[in-house]
């Protein structure tokens, strides 16, 4: 079983500072990675996704994301935030072998001026 | 990327009804939906998968009884939570994909109130 660890639940920062979301997983298989954001009241977007290659994930709105196997990490970075930039953020994990994601409990960006 | 629609948005009834709510896949054929629960400030827990044409498969814990989870086609499948009581208030979402895509794309959401 797969399980998603999102040890900020609010990560406040002042605009066009930099950010990073921290997301741990475990599995005893091999996963697919990914970032969700969702704004209140509103379903899941797709950040960014990491299935093989590149350990670098470059997603929308300027968000990154880097693999790392060793640490089981998939931390979300952007360099410069923007007040638009609040939300809830989740990072979750599926197994190759199905689609189902489990996501983490969420961390809460607070972008102030 | 693909659209999910899902519908309604939000959605009020009284104690003891039943309240369908609906997700389409508007350009792609969904083979597997799955339904998620998400309370206020917490995260989304996985209820049921459910594949075109085959009962869904439910998570340890959730009553298949009291939310009926039907997928009859590739692009529809649909959740009734029956016998709705307050403690059923919840944002409900859904998702879908199928095994060309390697993401799953996700419904707008319904915010379900039970008075």
């Known amino acids: 079983a797969q399980s998603v660890t999102q040890l900020d639940s609010q990560v406040p920062v002042f605009e066009e500072a930099p950010v990073e979301l921290r997301c741990n997983y475990s599995?005893?298989?091999?996963?697919?990675l990914f970032w969700y954001v969702q704004y209140p009241n509103q379903g899941l977007q797709l950040l960014l996704k990491y299935l093989s290659g590149s350990t670098l994930v470059k997603g929308i709105n300027g968000f990154e994301a880097e693999f790392n196997k060793s640490q089981t990490s998939f931390h979300l970075r952007k360099p410069s935030v923007h007040i638009s930039d609040t939300a809830e953020y989740f990072c979750a994990v599926s197994d190759q072998d199905t689609d189902k994601l489990i996501f983490g409990t969420g961390t809460r960006l607070q972008v102030f001026p | 990327g693909a659209v999910v629609s899902q519908h309604p948005s939000r959605v009020i009834c009284k104690s003891g009804t039943s309240v369908k709510i609906e997700c389409r896949s508007l350009?792609?054929?969904?083979?597997?939906m799955f339904w998620y629960r998400q309370f206020p400030k917490k995260s989304l827990m996985l209820m049921a998968t459910s594949n075109e044409g085959s009962k869904a498969t439910y998570e340890q814990g959730v009553e298949k009884d009291k939310f009926l989870i039907n997928h009859a086609s590739l692009t529809l499948s649909t959740l009734t939570v029956t016998s709705a009581h307050p403690e059923d208030s919840s944002f409900y979402i859904c998702?879908?994909?199928?095994?060309?895509?390697?993401?799953?794309?996700f419904g707008q959401g319904t915010r379900l109130t039970v008075v």
């Open positions: 998702s879908a994909t199928n095994r060309v895509r390697t993401e799953a794309f």
């Open positions: 599995s005893s298989v091999s996963v697919y």
């Open positions: 350009d792609f054929q969904a083979t597997t």
